[in-house]
């Protein structure tokens, strides 16, 4: 399923190259298995493939003993790992801005998804994708969360930030400080991958904040959301639909093509340009996401059904059986821990 053109920016690896204990590993040995270009590790512009990108998370973990390794790991990096994108959010006038910032920007750092943020009455919501069928992602999302939850550190100057974290993903099995010091703020095994900001904090004026600085910063960054807007997917645009547009229960190429903006004809060529259909896409990402929720959530079968566009358990189950080959109760009991 994945698209042949969905990037990520491979600064990532370099973070995680030179940053300790990564940086003991062969990663020109990684890049060969893994079939990336090394150099593409220090270029300021690199990109690789999303599913080599997950890969190499999932990979690096393994090689480091550690399930849980990449929150420590990211959590423990400075400002500027990641250059412009950083400083959008830890020089923000305010919490709001900075995530608004994080939203808008986000096509600089990939093609293949976009940051979500929105409010309610209670909280700011930062939420990444679940990423439906690219592959096993638990650790990239990790990093993810590791690296946002010390931006919050920062900019609230405290190591125990009020910000609460969902993750759809099971709990790892090894031990991290970042997990044991957020203790109960982390919650496992929930429908999203998000920060919760409380709304008492999103108008509190940043302390690194300072309003000619911040619009270098921005004209910075658009001169750098340049480079890689063009380098767009469609095809993600209709996967993320699809697999968001589900979990109303039901979902129609009609319906998809009106909620991007596109005719179904432009939709179908979408399609047809990766080797695919809209009945064949939507299937592939029903059949990952199905595996995800009976093996990472504890939702009764009935609303999973839901959540994956059936309109009877009894479909539902014929068709985890045909995709796996066994019912849905027995993925479930299975435990595997994988998350694709």
């Keep these: 399923m994945p698209s042949k053109t969905e990037w990520m920016r491979s600064d990532a690896f370099r973070a995680l190259k030179y940053h300790s204990p990564a ?21 300021p512009e690199g990109t690789v493939p999303i599913t080599t990108w997950l890969d190499v998370f999932e990979h690096v973990a393994q090689e480091l003993g550690s399930d849980a390794i990449m929150f420590d790991i990211f959590n423990k990096m400075d400002v500027g790992a990641f250059s412009v994108f950083d400083y959008l959010f830890i020089c923000a006038p305010t919490l709001r801005d900075a995530c608004k910032a994080w939203k808008r920007f986000m096509p600089m750092r990939t093609n293949a998804y976009g940051l979500h943020y929105h409010e309610d009455e209670h909280y700011g919501i930062l939420e990444w994708p679940i990423l439906e069928g690219r592959g096993i992602w638990c650790q990239s999302m990790y990093a993810r969360i590791g690296w946002a939850a010390r931006r919050f550190e920062i900019v609230l100057e405290t190591d125990h930030p009020p910000i609460a974290i969902e993750l759809a993903t099971p709990a790892p099995k090894d031990q991290s400080d970042f997990l044991e010091r957020y203790g109960r703020k982390v919650r496992f095994n929930r429908l999203r991958n998000c920060i919760s900001i409380p709304a008492y904090l999103l108008s509190k004026r940043l302390p690194q904040n300072e309003d000619n600085l911040y619009a270098i910063i921005q004209t910075s960054a658009f001169r750098e959301l340049g480079l890689f807007q063009n380098r767009n997917s469609p095809m993600s645009r209709v996967a993320n639909e699809i697999a968001e547009t589900l979990k109303n229960g039901t979902c129609n190429l009609a319906q998809i093509a009106q909620n991007l903006g596109m005719s179904q004809r432009s939709v179908q060529r ?30 009764p079968f009935k609303e999973i059904a839901f959540l994956l566009g059936f309109s009877e358990l009894s ?11 066994v019912p849905p109760r027995k993925i479930r009991e299975s435990g595997t821990r994988r998350i694709n």
């Design 23 to 43: 940086a003991k590993l062969d990663w020109r040995a990684i890049a060969e298995l893994h079939k990336f270009d090394p150099a593409v590790i220090d270029d």
């Design 270 to 299: 979408v399609l047809e340009q990766e080797g695919t259909t809209f009945r064949k896409l939507t299937e592939d990402i029903r059949k990952t996401a199905a595996e995800r929720y009976l093996q990472s959530t504890d939702l």
């Design 315 to 325: 479909t539902f189950s014929r068709a985890v059986k045909t995709w796996y080959g």
